[in-house]
């Protein structure tokens, strides 16, 4: 069986050469007589996709028969891993997520490729063609640096139950976290592979954008519920009370998401406006290599020393293939962007300092200046061996968290050059006056928080209030000018908006997401409580914290297959009312096979606050070690992320009916004549 995955990824790259060398003879020649090879191209990125499926499958099968022979296998499953787990399995070390990423790249490409074969396009043939050679270097790296087709250690076979998954790795959380992150990963290849297609091809319209956005949001989105859900088995599984602790695992991840999220607001700007062509196509390029990044810094072992998440031991292979292949990247835009330079030119209309265009700009300056900060601080380990602690990254956060969200907020409002300053602050009254009334409750104290310690804490809280409330009345405002124009009710111009006007709404509903999750971030990670009491281990003793008391009630053992697990059990109860909360129970998990020890945490939910309690173990003393955290606003956080996903989902939801291309032209002609007309008035 590994002869046989290992075959269907040598017959992957043959054809991939193939294809190659077909794209390149269709797209070099007139197009009538390069038909029959951009046929075959097409069909030869279909073609690796099934080809790296069935090696998929190959190593799925072993994972689920237990074939310990395939050393992948024997180093990531055992005998009496469940099949869920099994599956997961397939992408906990490198040689499966890297197969996993090449999967899901050649499923994204076959897509198009399939799309391209029912009506052929210059622009994707060429995305084709460029997104091939990188699933020939992903397939080549594989072969070459981790390889999931070896054989295993022939005394690790012959024992015949493998060495086990990570224990920290037995989560849902964790399962569905890296395909999500993977498919964001692979997603942002297609709008890198269009952007260099427009440059090769001196195409400055907006038709790669237009090809390129849905893809880019796409990838977004999963990478966005990928980040999510990280942060998510944080908090539950680590046992340190946190969901992003800044660690350069978790800098990774972010990276692209950071370049990504500027991306989609520069779509935003060439579409409507048909500027910032060079920031597109750079930023195209930047978040493929973020992508990259992100990977050499997970993969390399480069950073394992200062990261918990960090595959171990230094791939020297791994770095050069990856470091060569963002070298290359990075090459390719600069030179065919300067070459181009003159296509690609706009020439930006500022008029107004306070106007939507401007605050485009400031957006991707902002996403772009903290992706770099983070960047560089993440990678200062590898050439000097400072370790930039978490409390850098927090004081950091602070401050532009709180620009960014005010401008966020704030460019909704503006007009593309200029704006009426009068009618921008009769429309924040509103937004303005229900922070004022909403802030009230927490300067007073509100649920036993001294919220005034924090500066940046309560300024966060106000200005998300605000945000709040001012995505909703922007919402109103448009909403109720639909029903005005159109001659409806409210709620049929509500209706109307969400099913024709969906990139705005999806980016209404983005935005108070991301409102209502720095509302969580404020109180999760700048007021909480941290008791750590150790008691006997005798029952009836107490524990205080804050508004709750915890009684020591047993220490229970228990028995699963390959674990043994501790549990310290103890009653929770509301100070303030006598309220019984139940019991809660955190436990100490020990696994055998591995000979590790992992901490999993009890949790009492409220709609305001979270009770964390880890149960650390007992001392030589015989004395129960706890640690106790008090989490305010904690499930706003969550709820935010939800409402930042549903906004994705709604934005990039397909139209029933799409314009054909006269009506495309037209819209691009109508839109041409308003920027001419706004570019006279300005210069008048």
Known sequence: MRIIGLLALIISIAISIYT????YVGNKVK?????????AGNWGMVWQFIAVTFASLVLVAAFINNDFSFGYVAENSMMQLSTFYKISAFWAGHEGSLLLWLWMLTGYTAVLAFFNLKKENRLN?????????????L???ILVATNPFKAADPQVAMIGNGMGLNPLLKHWAMVFHPPTLFMGYAGLTIPFAFAIAALIDRNASSEWVNRARGWTLFAWFFLTVGIWLGALWAYVVLGWGGYWGWDPVENASILPWFVGTALLHTFA????????????VSLASLSFIMCVMATFITRTGLLSKVSVHSFQGTKVDLIILFGGLMLAAAGATIYLAKTRAKEFETQEFFSDFLSKHFTYYLNNVMLVMFMVIILFTTLLPIFSGAEVKADFYNKLAQPIGLVYLLLVTVCPFLGWTKTDGKKLLRQFALPLGFAVVAIIPFVMGWNS???????????????????MAAVLELFYIKVSTRAKNRGVGFTS??????KNSRSLTGGYLSHLGIAIMFFGIAGSMLYVQDIQPVIKNQPGQVIQAGDYQLTYKELKQGQAPDETFYSAVFQLRNNKNGKSLGEIAPEMVYHETQQQQTLKAAVHYEPFRDVFVIFNGIDKQGNLSVNIKINPLISFVWIGSLVLVFGTLIAMWPKSAPATAEETDEVEAKKAARRRKEALATAD
């Open 269 to 280: 700007v060439y579409r409507k406006r048909g500027g910032m062509k060079i920031w597109a």
């Open 31 to 39: 197009p009538r007589k390069g038909q029959k090879q951009q046929v």
């Open 493 to 498: 111009a509500l209706f109307a908006t969400f």
């Open 125 to 137: 043939s060429l995305a084709l063609y460029i997104s091939n050679f990188i699933q020939l270097f």
């Open 449 to 467: 928080v001294n919220w005034l310690s924090q500066p940046f804490g309560v300024a966060t809280i106000f200005v998300a209030f605000f945000s």
């Open 139 to 141: 397939t080549v790296t």
């Open 20 to 23: 190659a060398y077909s794209f």
